[in-house]
């Protein structure tokens, strides 16, 4: 059985099912000062890089909604507020996504060919690349499942706006029309 990583809470005033913030949100929501600002000089450096890493660019509200934090670009691409990440939202193919984590297999092979025969680093590094290149391997799966899950989202949000109403006629339900 998986692990759950989302808080999920109950949300009427809005009429929705759920609001869903992941961890990193929450985590990254916690270190914001009261402007909306990330308040980094408190934290070391190793908990400053986990708490950057782990940006969903998003906050949780005070209701529990999650908000995004992007700002648009002229280039079509966004910026996040918080970790500075610029972010195109027009994702690459699964085959685009194969070569790229290909290519860092490679590079990491390479490295353990060569940590194995000149006898340096030790097994927790071993173990790293062993596992960077799993996750490496399911990557481009992963990725494309979630946009296919995004682009039917989104459809559905936009079929369900636009139902039931005809912009030249006004609406068709219950409404006369002259034809």
């Known amino acids: 059985m998986g692990r759950n990583y989302a808080n999920t809470r109950s949300n009427k005033n809005k009429g929705n099912k759920h609001t869903t913030a992941f961890e990193g949100t929450v985590r990254i929501t916690k270190a914001l000062n009261k402007h909306g600002q990330l308040n980094l000089k408190k934290k070391n450096k ?5 708490l950057i890493a782990n940006c969903m660019h998003h906050v949780q509200k005070k209701n529990g909604d999650v908000k995004m934090r992007l700002i648009e670009n002229n280039d079509e691409t966004y910026t996040c507020r918080l970790c500075g990440a610029r972010i195109p939202f ?15 297999t490679t590079e990491l092979n390479f490295a353990q060919f060569i940590m194995q025969s000149g006898g340096i680093g030790d097994q927790k590094t071993a ?15 992963i990725v494309t ?27 068709k339900y219950g409404q006369w029309s002259e034809n």
């Open 46 to 50: 190793q908990e400053r890089r986990e």
């Open 90 to 104: 027009n994702g690459a193919t699964k085959k685009e996504l194969k070569e790229m984590c290909n290519a860092v």
């Open 127 to 141: 173990s790293f690349f062993a596992k960077v290149k799993y996750e490496l391997a399911q990557t481009p799966k």
């Open 145 to 171: 499942r979630v946009q296919k899950t995004y682009k039917k989202k989104t459809d559905t949000k936009k079929s369900k706006k636009n139902r039931g109403y005809d912009s030249k006629y006004g609406s």
